[in-house]
T-cell receptor, first 112, second 114 residues
């Protein structure tokens, strides 16, 4: 148990629909990271938060993606007008006080 | 550019053997390295980490070796067990990004036969 939950664990949607994922760390963490992982590949950085502030975005994060962390605890990642290429595992990872990123179980998105 | 790669995509070992998984990195600015284990359908699980001021670090049944001269990282698993079967990723954190972004390789699949 990494102390991070993600919801939903699986999401199947049709192309063009909007989806939202949630990441809930059990304890407080100043920094929280989002990654995307496609089959057979390692996770790729998407974005990260320092408390409520989103400080860095990867070029992988197109205009259809938006992330929030309104209270500096849980975070949401929304994808609008989903495309088949968005199919992937979306992972969040809070940064612990030892500067280690512990990953949540991920949300597996399948876009039909 | 940044890249973290692995020499062997699949490693098959017998239960009880020692396993060595290798990783090469290209960013000399990286100062923090982590090994993760990932089982099917799950998120990456932290195994062990090492900072660039160290050459070796040991955990329970695992040892990470860092050779900064040749930019090489390895994970040694002693007395490999069937439960160790998974995909293993090395990740580096370039210090010049300022925000500890992790750069992952493509992974090595470890298969442990009873």
């Amino acid at each position: 148990d990494t102390g991070v939950s993600q919801d939903p664990r699986h999401k199947i949607t049709k192309r063009g629909q909007n989806v939202t994922f949630r990441c809930d760390p059990i304890s407080e963490h100043n920094r929280l990271y989002w990654y995307r992982q496609t089959l057979g590949q390692g996770p790729e950085f998407l974005t990260y938060f320092q408390n409520e502030a989103q400080l860095e975005k990867s070029r992988l994060l197109s205009d259809r993606f938006s992330a929030e962390r309104p209270k500096g605890s849980f975070s949401t990642l929304e994808i609008q007008r989903t495309e088949q290429g968005d199919s992937a595992m979306y992972l969040c990872a809070p940064l612990t006080i030892t500067d280690t990123q512990y990953f949540g179980p991920g949300t597996r998105l399948t876009v039909l | 550019g940044e890249s973290v790669g692995l020499h062997l995509p699949t490693l098959s070992v017998q239960e009880g053997d020692n396993s060595i998984i290798n990783c090469a990195y290209s960013n000399s600015a990286s100062d923090y390295f982590i090994w993760y284990k990932q089982e099917s359908g799950k998120g990456p699980q932290f195994i062990i980490d090492i900072r660039s001021n160290m050459d070796k670090r040991q955990g329970q049944r695992v040892t990470v070796l860092l050779n900064k001269t040749v930019k090489h990282l390895s994970l040694q698993i002693a007395a490999t067990q069937p439960g160790d079967s998974a995909v293993y990723f090395c990740a580096e954190s370039p210090s010049n990004t300022g925000f500890q972004k992790l750069v992952f390789g493509t992974g090595t699949r470890l298969l442990v036969s009873p």
